[in-house]
C-alpha cells in the first residue's frame, strides 16, 4: 500500500483545514486508517483512526470534537476535516493503514505510512 497525504497549510487560529490520504492497492479498504503528528521537538502521537468499515472511530483527547476522521473505501481515500485549529495543532500530519485491525492507536501497529503533509496554525 503506497499512501499520499496532502492538504496541509498555513491557517489562523480559529480555521479549518481537510487534509487528505489517497492510499494504493487492494489493502486499503481491508486496513484501518489512522492519522498522525509530530510537532517540532516531539515524539508522533496519535491523533484518530477510523475503522475499514468506517463504522467505528478512535480521536485524541486532543482533538475529539474538532476533528473529524472519514473515509471513501470506493476512492481508496479518507480525510481528516480539522476545525477551530490552535497553534498546539502546528505539527507534520501522517496518514498510515494498519491492516486487519479495528481502530489502533500505537504507531506500531500501522504497516504502512505516508509521506507527511506539514499543518501550521498561528496565533
Known sequence: VQL???????VQAGGSLRLSCRGSGRMFSSSAMGWF?????????????????GKNSNYASSVKGRFTISRDNAKNSGNLQMNSL??????????????YKL???????YDYWGQGTLVTVSS
Open 86 to 99: 490552535k497553534p498546539e495543532d502546528t505539527a507534520v500530519y501522517y496518514c498510515a493503514v494498519a491492516p
Open 37 to 53: 503528528r509530530q510537532a517540532p521537538g516531539k515524539e508522533r502521537e496519535f491523533v484518530a483512526a477510523i475503522s475499514w468499515s
Open 103 to 109: 481502530v489502533p492507536i500505537g504507531a506500531s501497529d
Open 4 to 10: 499520499q497525504a496532502s492538504g496541509g497549510g498555513l
